[in-house]
């Protein structure tokens, strides 16, 4: 099983970012999609979530800002970050829940002006 992510970066606060993972070697349909993120000195957090049937969840300080999509026919989790601030800064995983879970290596997210 492969997570890949992109489409991390640089960004001035307000500014947006869409974060991709490529998954590979499972039937992606059927897994729980979840983006996680880290930021510096703190503990991994969940961003948001998305079930095989399209129900998402956020955490509280994203909703309305971040939107969690999915494209079955791709293989491919979606993060659309929008209105960035600075405590959005860190690196962003990617996970695959079902049974067991998967992880992706990670994108930073760096919002500064």
């Known amino acids: 099983v492969q997570l890949v992510e992109s489409g991390g970066g640089l960004v001035r606060p307000g500014g947006s970012l869409r974060l991709s993972c ?8 059927v897994w729980t999609m979840n983006w996680y993120r880290r930021a510096p000195g703190e503990e991994r957090e969940l961003v948001a979530s998305i079930a ?10 994203v909703k309305g800002r971040f939107t969690i999509s999915r494209d079955n026919a791709k293989n491919t989790v979606y993060l659309q970050m929008n209105t960035l601030k600075s405590e959005d800064t860190a690196v962003y995983y990617c996970n695959a829940l079902l049974i067991r879970q998967y992880w992706g290596q990670g994108t930073q997210v760096t919002v500064s002006s």
């Open 22 to 29: 490529a998954a590979s070697g499972l039937a992606f349909n």
């Open 52 to 61: 095989p049937g399209g129900a998402t969840n956020y955490r509280d300080s």
